[in-house]
């Protein structure tokens, strides 16, 4: 097929984070797909997280943000992409609490930027361009709120009730996009996603934080009592759910995607330092370093997913179980040191600018 006549890219929004380099690296290794990865490459987003894709031709690396019009646009009408994923946002629920403005500056105005531009583009396109175009919006099970313990499972049609200002923002950007839908025929997909984990995680969220805490033999900070549940989705496996709801989704719908594998914070934290215990003895029983601090304001008690209507319609199920998946998660981390040590000592951040910051 000659590129004159070849399908347009992908173009994933927050490509160079945790699930969106996955994504990448995922449809390069795997595909023959052109991708167009956009993202601002704030505090999260690691171009080094793209890995073989960097050095790829089927990849493209914009350094834009998604409130900027004028760049999304041009990304737009530059590259021509047959689909947008749309996974750019702030979602680390601690940092919502203490700055709440800029979850809903990215999450909420930044996907009504994206809508309106890929709107605008859509209707441009020819006839059948616009019948294959879609726009996937990528979300979380936090906007369901919390569940108790006998409680069913969320489903595609459980009632929205977010509970942090994290949720609320991605909350508002799921009922944007099922608004451009229903109002002006966008073809839309979404997806609902649980807790993911395994490599290239920034180390604020909790597995790569444990790992890292005890590693240094520091404490290990547990919210609460621990007795907080989530259903736990490798990464690996939630990029392959992304890609079957792109390639075989029904435009207009919402697939919640889960792991089967429901745990307590503490039962993931004791399981870590089990593991470690194994592979990094130094500072056994690491489980002496758990330590209970105060609870977060406004701590969802429970999340679980029903992913049973992408199991049935799309064929996809997890691959990964939870003990297999952590395991890999937590060799990945021993064995990339120098990744870690970037991302969290900033260096990483001035990479980007030498390298992004007069572009």
Known sequence: MS???APGPLLITGAAGFIGSCLVRQLIGETRDRIVSFDALTYAGNPQSLGQALDSD???LVRADIRDAEAVRSALTTHRPR????????????????GPAEFISTNVTGTLVLLQEALAFWRELPDAERAAFRFHHVSTDEVFGSLGADDPAFCETTAYAPNSPYSASKAGSDFL????????????????CSNNYGPYQFPEKLIPLMIAHALEGRPLPVYGDGANVRDWLYVEDHARALRAVLE??????????????????LDVVQRLCEILDARRPAHAPHARLITFVKDRPGHDRRYAIDSSKIERELGWSPGESFESGLARTVDWYL?????????????YQRWIERNYGAR
């Open 58 to 60: 089927r990849h493209v």
């Open 177 to 192: 996009v099922r608004a451009w839908h229903h109002t002006y025929g966008l073809p839309t997909l979404l997806t609902n």
């Open 3 to 5: 590129p004159s006549n």
């Open 335 to 347: 064995d990339n040191p120098e990744w870690v040590r970037a991302v969290r000592s900033g260096d």
């Open 83 to 98: 689909a947008i994923v749309h996974l750019a946002a702030e979602s680390h629920v601690d940092r919502s609490i203490h």
């Open 248 to 265: 075989r989704g029904k435009a207009g719908e919402t697939y919640n995607v889960g792991g089967k594998a429901e745990r307590r914070n």
